[in-house]
C-alpha cells in the first residue's frame, strides 16, 4: 500500500483572535479538487493501482486550522496480474 496526503489551510487562529473568515465555499471546493487530483497522480506514479481511495479529516496544525487529505492505494503485482 502506498500513501499520499495534502494540507489545505482554512483558518489561522492567534490567540483570542481568528485571522479571517475561512474561504469561501468555491475556493474550498477547488482546492480540494486539485488537492485529490495532486494526491491520484502521485500515487499512479507509483506503481499499477489495483484500488484507491481517500480519507479526509478536519485538524489544526499549531495554530492553522485545515483540511487533511490523505489518498492510499494498493498497487497491482504485475507478475500476478
Not at 7 to 18: H, L, M
Not at 64 to 76: E, H, Q, S
Request: overall charge positive; proline content about 2%; glycine content about 10%.
Amino acid at each position: 500500500m502506498v500513501v499520499a496526503q495534502r494540507f489545505i489551510p482554512i483558518r489561522v487562529n492567534v490567540g483570542p483572535v481568528t485571522m479571517g473568515t475561512g474561504i469561501n465555499l468555491d475556493d474550498f471546493l477547488r482546492r480540494v479538487n486539485t488537492a485529490v487530483n495532486e494526491i491520484g497522480k502521485e500515487l499512479a506514479t507509483k506503481g499499477n493501482i489495483k484500488t484507491m481511495g481517500f480519507t479526509m479529516t478536519q485538524i489544526t496544525v499549531s495554530n492553522i486550522d485545515g483540511l487533511l487529505i490523505v489518498g492510499w492505494a494498493y498497487l497491482t503485482n504485475d507478475s500476478q496480474s
